[in-house]
């Protein structure tokens, strides 16, 4: 086995009239093997002081505390070696100048500090105090000629020790300065030199200072041992282990080698037992830590994210809020990196379709997604027309495998983005859609975004009727054994107040009266509306629902109504007229009162389309349909006074088993009175449509203009409430004018007898 050996010089001395310590330190290094198994040695020289101060009991000390140092609890270690040799003052130079004497004996070459050894400990024991302190002698000099027979300890020395007991005091010797000038070789070829004063004595390990360090006040390399030597051992054991160590540091990325080992390089921070620079320094594949990241086998496991979106309603208005949900959709068995999301609104005008956002992938539409977009092509998806607001709420999220994550709060998803309120400036037909979108879907870097199909809202309105010059009563016939029939209409809330239906007199039902004013409550027409302070806007129903009746006692959570369990019967009105009324003739399918003269025509099997057309005065006709539907194609209109009696008040009676008006007609003065003899019947309907009710169909305002009575009424109209000043303005108005009462008093005079058959008392209304 080859073994090359280095060699660290250090000297640590003791100076002084008794003792010197020499340390010496070597390295070995196992070529053969791996370098990072390097061992080395650490040979320090003790250098003893025997002058004559120091005495023979505290020789015997010295000798004492040196062996412990092979004991355990001294240095007690096979990597620290230890030598020594002794001085006091000799003359040791003959005639020639050349040094004829070793005035460094007794001396002991290197021995193991692992276990004793006889042979070092007796030559220990052949020291005696005696003579003068020589500090030259003792670093192993006499003038600047070293001493021959000690060489061979110094040359593999790394650390002396020089212990002392006083000041030089042999002037032969150069005195401090000569034993500096010594010392200084020693550090000059490379050893280290410490040195320890026995005793207290500052301005000895000043001097101390000086001859180690050139520095009579750099005490780094000095100490001081007690005065009967009784801590010599545990001083040196600490000094030469800390010496030894500095010497030999070991390597910073593997402490089993020393730092000057060529292998003593940066670990590969991935695998300690490579360096960092081996060309199999790879970190570990993030998907499969067993293999390094540049094992062929290191892909990412694909995975597929699908985002969606939804909302509570498809529709909205006043008050209203709809609420969104966000879903992403991992069917994979792999959880995602972590993945940003993002919620995107396009807010489209109305009339604009938004089916290219709700099926948002045009090259195929069954998929429910679309890679690669920006507000840009959303836009173009609704040919520009509206608006495109990114990230109103995003995040980073990782979506584990087979499951469906739904956004929360906690992801943050809230505000705008998790709820829709209406926006006033919002024109009635926008629609308000919501996207959600989410980076790099998949595995790979591309796609680089996946836009979900949109959820969109139509922002609508409630159309409102108003009923001037009389009451509303609902429930007309029997008492029902279920639920009552009531009176349900729609609020709208404002920030200027609150709108809806209303009635300019009393409202009577055997149910619930929920949203319809009584006494013209919620009265107004332009944009201010009740007054509305917010919270819930039934809280101040009492002050617009003065005329509501209840003669029942009610739950006190229930809704104002509840008027009577049994309500009037009201069925015979239209067989007293039909009775009461001359028939003229049987009628066709069309209808034209402009040129009739006064009396009842029927159509007893049939439908009937009633013209456009004026009611002359003084004619009094009644159109009868028993079993058909009679559909008012346009504008009805009475003459226009003035009369000089009530039997010149035109009225024009529509009797008919179910009546629809036209969405073109705005204007219907007549009586429109719907039998009701099976559940298809008695139905009064303001606006006959065939392609679904929107905001564009029926939209023209719907005056009547005279009594109503039917089973069920579909008020279908949509005018008003598209801007905030028209918020008051009603889709239908139900007209009970004084006009109809005139005529029915006049056309009641005569010989019979008028019987009174129901009253209902009214406050006065001013």
């Not at 239908?732 to 005529?743: H, Y």
Request: hydrophobic share 30%; with cysteine; proline share 6%.
């Amino acid at each position: 086995m080859s073994v090359r050996s280095v060699i660290t010089k250090s000297l640590l001395l003791l100076g002084g009239s008794a003792l010197s310590v020499l340390a010496y330190c070597a390295i070995t290094t196992d070529v053969a093997q791996a370098q990072s198994v390097s061992q080395r040695e650490c040979n320090t020289v003790i250098v003893f002081d025997r002058s004559g101060s120091v005495g023979g009991p505290n020789l015997e000390v010295l000798r004492e505390q040196t062996r412990r140092l092979f004991q355990p609890g001294g240095l007690d270690s096979s990597k620290i070696n230890v030598a020594f040799w002794s001085f006091s003052d000799e003359y040791a130079i003959d005639w020639t100048g050349a040094i004829n004497k070793n005035f460094n004996a007794p001396f002991h070459d290197f021995v193991s500090s692992k276990g004793v050894n006889s042979s070092f400990n007796n030559a220990m024991n052949a020291m005696t105090s005696v003579g003068g302190t020589n500090y030259q002698q003792g670093f192993g000099y006499q003038g600047n000629i070293a001493n021959p027979y000690t060489q061979a300890i110094v040359d593999r020395a790394d650390i002396i020790t020089f212990l002392t007991d006083g000041d030089p005091n042999w002037n032969a010797g150069g005195g401090l300065e000569g034993g500096r000038i010594a010392a200084q070789k020693h550090r000059d070829a490379g050893r280290v030199t410490i040195g320890g004063i026995i005793g207290s004595n500052a301005d000895m390990l000043r001097n101390l200072n000086y001859v180690l360090t050139n520095d009579l006040n750099n005490g780094n390399d000095s100490f001081q041992v007690s005065g009967n030597y009784s801590d010599l051992s545990k001083v040196l054991t600490s000094r030469i282990e800390k010496k030894c160590k500095e010497l030999n540091p070991p390597c910073q990325y593997d402490p089993s080698i020393l730092a000057d080992d060529p292998s003593c390089v940066p670990r590969c921070q991935f695998n300690p037992n490579i360096p960092n620079n081996s060309p199999q320094c790879f970190p570990p594949c993030p998907y499969n830590t067993t293999i390094p990241q540049n094992d062929p086998r290191c892909v990412k496991p694909p995975y597929e994210l699908k985002p969606s979106t939804s909302s509570s309603s498809s529709s909205m208005s006043s008050n209203d809020s709809v609420g969104l949900t966000y879903t992403v959709d991992n069917k994979t068995a792999v959880r995602s990196d972590p993945t940003g999301w993002s919620i995107t609104q396009v807010v489209v005008e109305k009339g604009q379709s938004v089916d290219r956002l709700k099926k948002i992938n045009d090259s195929n539409p069954d998929l429910t997604y679309a890679d690669g977009l920006n507000c840009t092509e959303l836009l173009q998806k609704v040919n520009r027309a509206g608006t495109c607001k990114p990230n109103i709420a995003s995040g980073t999220k990782v979506f584990d495998q087979n499951k469906t994550t739904t956004l929360a709060p906690s992801d943050g998803i809230g505000g705008a983005a998790s709820t829709l309120v209406i926006d006033d400036a919002w024109p009635v037909g926008t629609k308000v859609c919501y996207l959600l979108s989410i980076d790099r879907p998949t595995e790979n870097d591309t796609p680089r975004n996946r836009y979900g199909n949109a959820s969109c809202i139509t922002i609508g309105k409630r159309p409102t009727v108003q009923v001037w010059g009389g009451d509303v009563r609902v429930g007309s016939g029997a008492a029902n054994t279920g639920d009552q029939p009531g009176i349900k209409t729609a609020l709208t809330i404002r920030n200027s107040g609150i709108f809806g239906s209303w009635s300019e007199y009393g409202a009577f039902a055997p149910g619930k009266i929920v949203g319809f004013s009584t006494a013209s409550g919620l009265a107004n027409e332009g944009p201010t509306g009740f007054p509305y302070s917010g919270g819930d806007p039934f809280a101040t129903r009492a002050a617009w629902s003065k005329l509501t009746f209840a003669n029942k006692t009610v739950n006190p959570d229930d809704e104002y109504g509840n008027f009577s369990s049994t309500g009037i019967d009201s069925s015979t009105t239209a067989s007293n007229i039909v009775k009461t009324t001359k028939k003229i003739a049987d009628t066709g399918g069309v209808f034209n009162v402009s040129s009739l003269q006064s009396g009842l025509y029927e159509n007893p099997a049939g439908d009937v389309v009633v013209e456009a057309g004026d009611v002359p005065a003084g004619k009094s006709i009644v159109l009868y349909v028993p079993k058909g539907k009679v559909t008012i194609a346009g504008d009805i209109k009475y003459a226009n006074g003035p009369f000089r009696s009530a039997a010149e008040i035109p009225q024009f009676i529509i009797i008919a088993k179910n009546i629809d008006i036209n969405s073109n007609v705005g204007r219907v003065d007549s009586w429109l009175l719907a039998q009701s003899s099976d559940d298809d019947s008695g139905v009064i309907s303001t606006c006959e449509t065939k392609s679904g009710l929107t905001i564009d169909t029926c939209s023209k305002q719907l005056r009547i203009n005279g009594p109503i009575v039917a089973k069920r009424i579909h008020l279908l109209r949509t005018a008003g409430g598209d801007s905030k000043d028209d918020q008051g303005t009603p889709a239908e108005i139900i007209n009970f004018r004084a006009d109809a009462l005139l005529w029915a008093y006049g056309s009641g005079r005569s010989e019979q007898r008028v019987m009174t058959t129901h009253t209902t008392e009214l406050p006065v209304r001013y």
